[in-house]
């Protein structure tokens, strides 16, 4: 049977690889080629292998050659040895040539996983005691195996394959592999570093071992989020590794001069396998110089990659335009975004916001909320200021276009200096007032609507009891909120609450209302402060409180409103009795009325000397600094009831603040033997000095006004 090697010789085999070899001077080879020398054992598994000895080995040298663009596939050439040992004293030994291909998977850094097939034409030789016999035999190969890399050049494996000779013998090989790619590694010389690659443009489809890049930028930037990029991307790079070599040590920066201080790195990647590609965001931290582009521009970029292969450093660098949009621009594709136009840190806001707030807290009605009060001052003095509503016809948010639509929003100062705004800009505005003098703010949306609400610094609970419209604010956080259209320049505060409560409950009503927190949405989006100094003069204090005082009273009056009703119905009812007109008098002087109060105590007093309405007259003319008046009023009461403790401790107090503590031991100790309860509530009236003006400050009761009913 020896004498038969050509039996199912198949003619096409040394056709394909005549053609397998005159073609591979042409492929596209990407880089040095690796060879591999495998020892393996040989077990044949056919019929006749118990004609075999157990030594059968094979030995294979195997020339792999990468190519570019599919660095998973391995084109390979090889040349094999085969000797085998038979039990009748002959020996068969093949020299063959095969071609084929290995695809290869890297999961890991130190593994390489791989499955080949191969056609392979062999010479073999029979040689026995009559000599040696020629013949020609083709096959095929097919195996599996993995290598792990010692370095970049040198690799070890195992492997285990099946080969079949047609028409003859099939065997099983086990074994080992020592692979080697020339080039790859070169000796380190004592004292000598190796100096790295000169820098060269990323490859972008050419053939090499480089790199391969793409750049996506096509977002681009808005100045006034540059310190949002610094940790949220604008943008990708995807990195490709098209050689047969691992990347290690990737690193990939992003640098625009003049708006960048130095390039910021976007991602350090430990290792990319051959054929690998990933996608990294890129970042950036830009410097304020950005909030100087005023119109739309195009700048020049520099995309940075690192890496090492082969042992060689590799720096490269991608000139990539980037596209930087005006300083007022941004898209809506987060409600939050406008809070990065909240510049309420911006000196010339700060220095308006709290010269108002301060004239407000001076003339401010004790029995209104103070938040409230600020709110209105706020929206009164732009009233003042001339502030307008214009529609932007282009705006995005109010044509209720798409979240990529381009927008231009104001900055405060801005506003203040054009006097004109459309909805986001008079909401930034307002915002940033209000956050200037610490009271918290939040953008109120609707579809194609933007507006806001102020914090009232209570709970829900403390305001439903302090506030009869309650149902016109909003809780939310376990805070209560007070809704402010800001567009309503018309109207007064009041209008613009009421307008404001109304579209938030039928945007509610349809689940299509957002409510966004100004300081959380800061914790994403900071704000940035408008270059170069304000344009604009605020108007004079007097012109601002009138307004305000008026509104505040608008509102004290609609909360009492019922309360009134029913008095006036009891003084109508008792003929104007001292009791309820001075009840009446009290009602309003509770609630910061002063002139409505001292209108119903004089009616009183003019009838007769009622201890509680003197008391009181005399309380509104401390309220005025005018203490003469005030003690005069007080002195009188005491006159007609020396026990009333109300009078006792008007007296008591005033002297306190005059310093006269004769008088004020006086006044108090009667006011212990009278009503103890209230002596032992205002027990720093038996302090004296500064401890006593600390004391009462402590106890919240300096400022606190006891009101006779």
Known sequence: MYGRPIRGLNPICPVLLLLFFLSSPFLLIADAP?????????????????????????AVLTAQ???????????????????????????????????????????????????????????????GSSGMTPGLLPGAGFGAGAV?????????????????????????????????????????????????????????????????????????????????????????????NPGTGWMRDVKVSFYVKKFMDAPRECAAIPSLAPGESRKIDVVALFNDEILSVTEATKVASDIGLEYAVDGRSVKTTQNVTLRVYRRNNMTWSDDR???????????????????????????????VNENLQIAAAVHEAFRVFGVNYVRDPTSAISDGKTASQIDYLQFPRETLEARAGDCDDLSVLYCAFLEAVGIETAFLTVPGHIFIAASLNLTPEAAKAGFLGWDDLIFRDDKA????EVTLRDG???????????????????????????????????????????????????????????EVARFVEREIAGRVLKLRAEVQKEEGSARTVN???????????????????????????????????????????????????????????????NALLALARINQEEENYGAVKKYYAALQAVDPALALRHSYLGIRGEEAAKAAEASGLAAEMAWAE
């Open 34 to 58: 690796t060879f591999a020398l495998s020892p393996v054992y040989s077990i044949p598994l056919n019929a006749e292998s118990g004609l075999f000895t157990p030594l059968s080995t094979d």
């Open 65 to 127: 050659i990468p190519l570019s663009g599919v660095p998973w596939l391995l084109p390979e050439l090889g040349i094999g040895y085969v000797y085998a040992g038979l039990k009748n004293s002959y020996a068969l030994s093949t020299i063959g040539v095969r071609a084929g291909a290995s695809a290869h998977l890297f999961p890991l850094p130190w593994l390489d996983l791989w499955a080949a097939a191969s056609l392979q034409y062999s010479l073999l030789l029979l040689a």
């Open 148 to 240: 792990f890399p010692l370095n970049d050049s040198l690799s070890l494996g195992v492997a285990a394959s099946a080969r079949y000779d047609f028409g003859q013998y099939l065997y099983f090989e086990p074994g080992l592999s020592v692979s080697y790619r020339p080039g790859a590694a070169k000796p380190a010389v004592p004292g000598r570093q190796e100096p790295p690659v000169q820098p060269a443009p990323l490859s972008t489809g050419t053939e090499g071992a480089m790199a391969r890049v793409r750049v996506d930028l096509e977002e681009g930037v808005f100045p006034v989020f540059y310190k949002y990029y610094d940790d949220h991307p604008f943008g990708s790079v995807t990195v490709s």
């Open 337 to 367: 975004r406008a809070a990065a136009f909240v510049s309420a840190n911006d000196p010339a806001i700060v220095s308006a916001a709290r010269r108002m707030c301060g004239d407000v807290k001076a003339a401010k009605n004790a029995s």
């Open 481 to 484: 909120w007070l809704p402010i």
């Open 492 to 550: 007064g505060f009041l209008e613009a609450w009421r307008e404001g409560a109304r579209e938030w409950r039928e945007g509610t009503s349809k689940d299509r209302a957002g409510f966004f927190p100004v300081q959380q949405a800061w914790a994403a989006y900071e704000p940035v402060a408008l270059p170069g100094t304000a344009g604009f003069i605020w108007p004079a204090s007097d012109l601002v409180i009138g307004p305000v005082k008026a």
């Open 583 to 645: 009840a009446l008098g009290a009602l309003y002087a509770k609630n910061g009325l002063v002139d409505r109060a001292r209108a119903e105590f004089e009616k009183v007093v003019a009838k007769e000397e009622y201890v509680p309405a003197l008391v009181n007259l005399g309380n509104l003319a401390r309220l005025e600094k005018k203490n003469d008046s005030a003690r005069d009023y007080y002195e009188r009461a005491y006159k007609v009831s020396p026990g009333n403790p």
